[in-house]
């Protein structure tokens, strides 16, 4: 269920153009990954209330808190990530029915680079077939 919604986000990020999205379940290493910026997609809270089930179909109400960690490369300034943000992820955040619930800016010193965290709130509904057992 976090793997589609990780997903959902990710094809959102990409639509409006923002390069070299990953899921928190990627294991790339930070040298490896593509792109002088990049976003990692993580699910940071999830809440589901109780299944609305059909014949065939079983749909699950949900609200999640998505955090977007954009990292700049070493050389990047601040008004740089601030424009990345503004030109591939606001937009395609807010138009995605998502709700922004916090935003930070600091120097990670682990990997020397900048690390912006933008936490979305989502909510929507996820459907499953029901299996015939």
Do not use: H, Q, W
Not at 39 to 49: G, L, P, R, Y
């Amino acid at each position: 269920m976090l793997e589609t919604i990780i997903n959902s986000v990710k094809s959102e990020l990409e639509k409006a153009g923002a390069t070299s999205v990953y899921s928190a379940f990627d294991c790339v290493p930070l040298e490896k990954r593509a792109g002088n910026i990049f976003t990692v997609v993580d699910i940071c809270a999830f809440e589901s209330s109780a299944p609305i089930y059909s014949l065939n179909t079983v749909y699950v109400p949900y609200t999640a808190v998505a955090a977007l960690r954009i990292t700049a490369p070493e050389s990047c300034s601040m008004t740089d990530i601030y424009s990345y943000y503004d030109r591939y992820i606001g937009a395609s955040v807010t138009g995605a029915s998502g709700r922004i619930s916090g935003m930070t800016v600091k120097f990670d010193s682990n990997i020397r680079r900048l690390v912006m965290t933008v936490k979305v709130s989502l909510s929507g509904i996820i459907k499953a077939e029901r299996s015939a057992v």
